[in-house]
């Protein structure tokens, strides 16, 4: 079965360092997002992107959260200046349609900021 | 704001048991909830949902119920079985856009 996939699993970084988190959406899934989940708390909604452009976006995705598709493979987050409140597991999701349809998501990126 | 609530965090079930998740929601505007079951270190994925046009969504041993009127969704295992332990995270969607809204979730353990 098809999944998404996403590298680092762990990713340590100092603040104020940039980083990039990197996912592999289902080939012929045409809508992506990013979604986020500090330690203990509920999934947090980042963004969504379509089309090569973000379709929607939630307060939290401030100037320092970029997203980027380089390569028609690839659909990156780059947090610009980490934060210590950046820690989180930052998923990743894909779907084929747009919603209500389900989205399929990554495993996850752990990231430590330091 | 916490637009979506699961009060329970922990649940404990025996095997061939029914377990009950709940979920409360406050915004009149969502009108498409989904259950995601996560397992450690992988990420959510889906497992039932429910239009607020249904009170009712049934996929096998998984039911959902839809109360609008009291802004509750819930849903039910039967038979409960050791590998449906997991965290359940309830999910809403408003009309008016895509954002889910999450729930922070509410861990099963299924004893055998």
């Known amino acids: 079965e098809p999944e998404v996939t996403q590298t680092p699993s762990h990713q340590v970084t100092q603040m104020g360092q940039e980083v990039i988190l990197r996912c592999v959406p289902i080939?012929?899934?045409?809508?992506f997002y990013w979604y986020r989940q500090i330690l203990g708390q509920k999934v947090e909604f980042l963004v969504s992107?379509?089309?090569?452009?973000?379709?929607?976006k939630s307060e939290i995705f401030d100037d320092q959260f970029s997203v980027e598709r380089p390569d028609g493979s690839n659909f990156t987050l780059k947090i610009r200046s980490t934060k210590l409140e950046d820690s989180a597991m930052y998923f990743c999701?894909?779907?084929?349609?747009?919603?209500?349809?389900?989205?399929?998501f990554g495993p996850g990126t752990r990231l430590t900021v330091l | 704001d916490q637009q979506v609530k699961q009060n329970s965090p922990s649940l404990s079930v025996q095997e061939g048991r029914i377990s009950i998740l709940n979920c409360d929601y406050t915004n009149s505007m969502f009108d498409y909830f989904l259950w995601y079951k996560k397992y450690p270190a992988e990420g959510p994925t889906f497992l039932i949902s429910i239009s607020s046009i249904k009170d009712k969504n049934e996929d096998g041993r998984f039911t959902v119920f839809l109360n609008k009127s009291a802004k509750h969704l819930s849903l039910h295992i039967v038979p409960s079985q050791p590998g449906d332990s997991a965290v359940y995270f309830c999910a809403a969607i408003p009309n008016t856009g895509n954002q889910f809204y999450f729930g922070t979730g509410t861990s099963l353990t299924v004893i055998p």
């Open positions: 992107f379509y089309n090569n452009e973000i379709s929607e």
């Open positions: 080939s012929n899934h045409l809508y």
């Open positions: 999701a894909s779907s084929e349609r747009d919603l209500p349809i389900t989205q399929y």
